[in-house]
C-alpha cells in the first residue's frame, strides 16, 4: 500500500479553458482568429485519398519539414529541430539544456510553464523580477547561471525587447544554453535567429501555433547551432522517435509556403489590436504596449477577477492569472475586428 511515496508528483501548468459551448467569444488562449492557410485545407481534404498511409509511422526525422523550415528562415538544415507545439521543444530544451547544478534564470513574470518544467526535471531556478513597468533588466541575468530563458516578446505581458538587448545578455552568458521563447514573435518582435549563426550556446523556439493559426494541429519549432540541434535530437529520440504525424507534417509544410496569407493575417491582428488598445484606453483600462496577438490590461473601475466573471456571463472568455505580480489585470487575446468590438461594447454596457 506504499506505491504512492514512488510517485512523482508535479502540480501542472493549468492551460486557458476550452468551454464546449457554441457562440462564445474566446479571447483567453492566445489562438488565432482567423482559419490556417488555405493550401492546408486543400492538403487535409487531399489526404482523405490517402487514408491508407495512416497505418505507417511518420518519417522520424520530419525531413520535408526540416527542409521547408531550413528554406524559410534561411539556414541550413541542421540548425532546425521540429516538435509537438513549441510547449514539447521548451520541455525536451529544459531536459537537454538544463543540465546543472546551479540555478536556471528567468522572468518572475513570464509563461508559466517554465517553472513547472524546471520542477518536474528537478531543474533549480531563479526568478528576477521585472521591473516596474514589466520589463526585463538585462544585467539580472548576467550572472552565474545553469541557464536561461527569456520569453521575447514576454507573455503574459505581451513586451518585447530589441534583439541587441537579448545579445548582450546572450554574450554574457558563453558557459550556459540561453532559450528565448519566440512564440509571439511574428505580431511584431525581432527575433533572435539571426544570432543562432554568432552564438552556438543559443536556442530560439517558435510555433505554428499563433501565427499560423494551427494550434490544434500542435507544431513547434527550434532554430539553433547544429551542436544544440544535435543534442536536442538524441534527447528527442530517447522519448519518442515519432512526434509529429504523417499528415502534419505535410500541412505545416504548406502553412510555410502561403507568404501572402500568413502576413495578411497577421496585419489583421495587429490592427485589431492597436485598435481594442485605443478602446480600452479610452474605457480608462492600462494597456501595457504589445509587440503580441494579446493585451495585458487592468481595468479602472472593477478589479480584473470582478470583469473577468463578468464577461464570462456574456460568454466572452479572456484569461486572468491569480499571481500577486498580475492578478490586477488581464490578458485579452486579439480576436476577429468583430468579436472585439462586442468585447469593447460589452465593457461599455456594464453598469455595476
Ligand atoms: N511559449 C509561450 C510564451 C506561450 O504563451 C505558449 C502558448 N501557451 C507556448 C510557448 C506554447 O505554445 P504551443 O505549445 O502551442 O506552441
Redesign the pocket.
Known amino acids: 500500500m506504499n506505491w504512492e511515496k514512488n510517485v512523482r508528483r508535479v502540480v501542472p501548468y493549468v492551460?486557458g479553458e476550452q468551454p464546449k459551448a457554441e457562440k462564445v467569444i474566446k479571447l483567453n488562449?492566445?489562438e488565432n482568429p482567423y482559419p490556417p492557410a488555405p493550401g492546408v485545407q486543400a492538403k487535409m481534404v487531399a489526404f482523405a485519398d490517402r487514408f491508407d498511409e495512416l497505418r505507417l509511422y511518420p518519417s522520424p526525422t520530419v525531413e520535408d519539414l526540416v527542409k521547408e523550415l531550413a528554406l524559410y528562415h534561411k539556414v541550413p538544415e541542421e540548425k532546425v529541430f521540429v516538435g509537438v507545439?513549441?510547449?514539447?521543444?521548451?520541455a525536451t530544451a529544459f531536459l537537454t539544456f538544463f543540465n546543472s547544478d546551479k540555478a536556471i534564470l528567468f522572468p518572475d513574470v513570464?509563461?508559466s510553464?517554465y517553472d513547472v518544467w524546471a520542477a518536474l526535471y528537478g531543474i533549480p531556478f531563479e526568478t528576477k523580477k521585472l521591473d516596474g513597468n514589466y520589463r526585463i533588466i538585462p544585467e539580472d541575468y548576467m550572472v552565474e547561471n545553469g541557464g536561461i530563458v527569456i520569453?521575447n516578446p514576454n507573455?503574459p505581458t505581451g513586451i518585447a525587447l530589441g534583439r541587441d538587448v537579448l545579445e548582450r545578455i546572450i554574450a554574457a552568458n558563453p558557459d550556459s544554453v540561453v532559450i528565448v521563447?519566440e512564440?509571439?514573435v511574428d505580431f511584431g518582435g525581432e527575433s533572435c535567429i539571426p544570432l543562432t549563426d554568432k552564438y552556438e550556446n543559443l536556442l530560439v523556439?517558435q510555433?505554428?501555433?499563433?501565427s499560423r493559426s494551427m494550434?490544434g494541429l500542435?507544431?513547434?519549432v527550434a532554430i539553433g547551432s547544429p551542436k544544440l540541434i544535435a543534442y536536442l535530437n538524441d534527447v528527442k529520440f530517447s522519448i519518442n522517435s515519432y512526434t509529429i504525424n504523417l499528415p502534419t507534417l505535410e500541412y505545416a509544410v504548406e502553412s510555410l509556403r502561403d507568404e501572402a496569407y500568413f502576413r495578411k493575417c497577421v496585419d489583421r491582428i495587429c490592427a485589431t489590436r492597436e485598435w481594442t488598445k485605443e478602446q480600452l484606453t479610452a474605457l480608462g483600462y492600462e494597456v501595457l504596449e504589445s509587440k503580441t496577438n494579446f493585451l495585458f490590461a487592468k481595468p479602472a473601475a472593477y478589479t480584473a477577477e470582478e470583469v473577468f466573471e463578468y464577461l464570462k456571463t456574456k460568454h466572452i472568455y479572456v484569461r486572468h492569472f491569480k499571481g500577486e505580480r498580475v492578478k490586477d489585470y488581464l490578458r485579452i487575446s486579439i480576436g476577429t475586428a468583430e468579436e472585439m468590438q462586442e468585447l469593447i461594447q460589452t465593457l461599455k454596457d456594464w453598469r455595476k
Open positions: 492551460p488562449t492566445n507545439g513549441s510547449d514539447d521543444v521548451l513570464t509563461y510553464f520569453a507573455a521563447d512564440a509571439y523556439v510555433t505554428f501555433s499563433k494550434a500542435r507544431v513547434g
